[in-house]
């Protein structure tokens, strides 16, 4: 079993509509990142959290240390929204990011 | 320009052929990493440097070597290569240990 698990592997949505993606993981953490990957192959780092939320502009982060989740969410979906998004945990006494196999997300005009 | 910068951007070789992938950052950080991507595979570290002096190995090493030469340059090698390596890979660079990422473009390979 993957020690990060991402859900849904795929999403497709309407322009408007609010986006959840999920991530759920296995060991203990001391961060977790999100990254967006462009479909010209770029990646950006997105957030990086350590507890509780983060928001900037559209995109919102949260994480939940006890129940080992995290969820970003977009509102007012766009299509150039559409991109992969990439969980990645750092195991707690460790220097490496573990990461999920990504949500493709397309939103359609 | 770009802080992080891959180069080649593609490239398309022979099994057996020895390949250098160059990683140049302009963002003045310590710790840098290679990974690659596999399509349906999250990204996986093949190795990571946190100074000039300090080399270690990844998860997926096998195959690969690296050198730093320089705090701005890091460059992955494969001596012999071999078409399961076939992949998308990426340069990244941190400033802190639990800071955000900041990846190349990328290179594409490609090993008949």
């Known amino acids: 079993k993957n020690e990060v698990e991402q859900s849904p592997q795929n999403l497709t949505a309407q322009e408007g509509e609010f986006i959840t993606i999920n991530c759920s993981y296995s060991?203990?953490?001391?961060?977790l990142h999100w990254l967006q990957q462009h479909p010209g192959g770029g990646i950006v780092s997105l957030f990086m959290l350590s507890s509780g939320k983060k928001k900037h502009g559209r995109l919102i982060a949260t994480i939940n240390i006890q129940e080992k989740h995290s969820s970003l969410h977009i509102t007012a979906s766009h299509p150039r929204d559409s991109a992969v998004y990439i969980c990645?945990?750092?195991?707690?006494?460790?220097?490496?990011?573990?990461f999920g196999t990504g949500t493709r997300l397309q939103v359609f005009p | 320009d770009a802080d992080v910068t891959q180069t080649p951007r593609n490239r398309i070789t022979k099994t057996g052929k020895r390949i250098m992938l160059e990683c140049s950052q302009t963002k003045g950080h310590d710790r840098m990493y290679w990974y690659r991507q596999d399509p349906g595979l999250g990204l996986r570290l093949i190795y990571y440097s946190f100074d000039v002096k300090d080399i270690n190995k990844g998860e997926i090493s096998d195959g690969y070597s690296v050198s730093r030469q320089a705090q701005a340059k890091f460059s992955l090698s494969l001596e012999s290569a071999i078409p399961n390596q076939t992949a998308l890979y990426f340069c990244?660079?941190?400033?802190?240990?639990?800071?955000?990422?900041?990846f190349g473009d990328g290179t594409r390979l490609s090993i008949l």
């Open positions: 990244a660079t941190s400033d802190f240990l639990q800071g955000p990422q900041h």
């Open positions: 060991v203990g953490i001391s961060a």
């Open positions: 990645a945990v750092l195991r707690d006494n460790t220097d490496k990011l573990i």
